[in-house]
């Protein structure tokens, strides 16, 4: 993804994008490279230990939603993610 992509997804700022960059690089997260499409820009990828993590993060993430969600039944489930999913197409 292209650095500039970052900022207008997020509503960041440059040097703020720069700054959480420079850390996530710091803590081998993610590499910077020059776009092939356009040497004035930079485009931003995970690195093997982002996306090892990333396996992690969305195993616990699925063991915190069946904990959080166990009192439902599936029909209820599947009302709140249905209604959870439009709240957040409103910020999309």
Not at 49 to 75: H, N, P, V, W, Y
Request: charged share 35%.
């Amino acid at each position: 993804m292209r650095q500039i992509d970052l900022e207008k997804y997020y509503s960041l700022t440059h040097p703020t994008t720069i700054g959480l960059i420079d850390q996530l690089e710091k803590k081998g997260f993610v590499c910077r490279k020059v776009n092939p499409e356009d040497a004035r820009s930079r485009v931003i990828g995970l690195t093997e230990q982002a996306l090892e993590m990333r396996k992690e993060l969305e195993r616990i993430g699925e063991s915190l939603e069946e904990e959080f969600t166990a009192a439902l039944t599936e029909d209820e489930r599947m009302q709140l993610s249905e209604l959870l999913n439009k709240l957040l197409s409103k910020f999309a």
